[in-house]
């Protein structure tokens, strides 16, 4: 199995930014490609960054010149590093791990942007 901890969330005014943080442990060989995913209250989970292990990337259209997604393999950990925060960003923010056979989400951590 893969677990996942996300970190980094947190209270930001519009036009700051937050670096989100998503350690990867266990069976993390098996791991295919991570991502980040966001929900709002009422909303449905949306994608807004992926990475995969051949390093090619994918953002949301909302997102795109905005927030950036990285990784560091010696700390087997993703980051998502977010600028130019808006209201709208304000969601749980989730990481998750594909893998061969499931996907594995984390915890997830609150990003809530004010006006």
């Known amino acids: 199995q893969v677990q996942l901890v996300e970190s980094g969330g947190g209270l930001v005014q519009a036009g700051g930014s937050l670096r989100l943080s998503c350690a990867a442990s266990?069976?993390?060989?098996?791991?295919?490609?991570m991502g980040w995913y966001r929900q709002a209250p009422g909303k449905q989970r949306e994608l807004v960054a992926t990475?995969?292990?051949?390093?090619?990337?994918n953002y949301a259209d909302s997102v795109k010149g905005r927030f950036t997604i990285s990784r560091d393999n010696t700390k087997n950990t993703v980051y998502l590093q977010m600028n130019s925060l808006k209201p709208e960003d304000t969601a749980v923010y989730y990481c998750?791990?594909?893998?061969?056979?499931?996907?594995?989400w984390g915890q997830g951590t609150q990003v809530t942007v004010s006006s």
């Open positions: 266990g069976s993390i060989f098996s791991i295919r490609a």
């Open positions: 990475f995969t292990r051949g390093g090619s990337t």
């Open positions: 998750n791990a594909l893998g061969p056979t499931a996907v594995t």
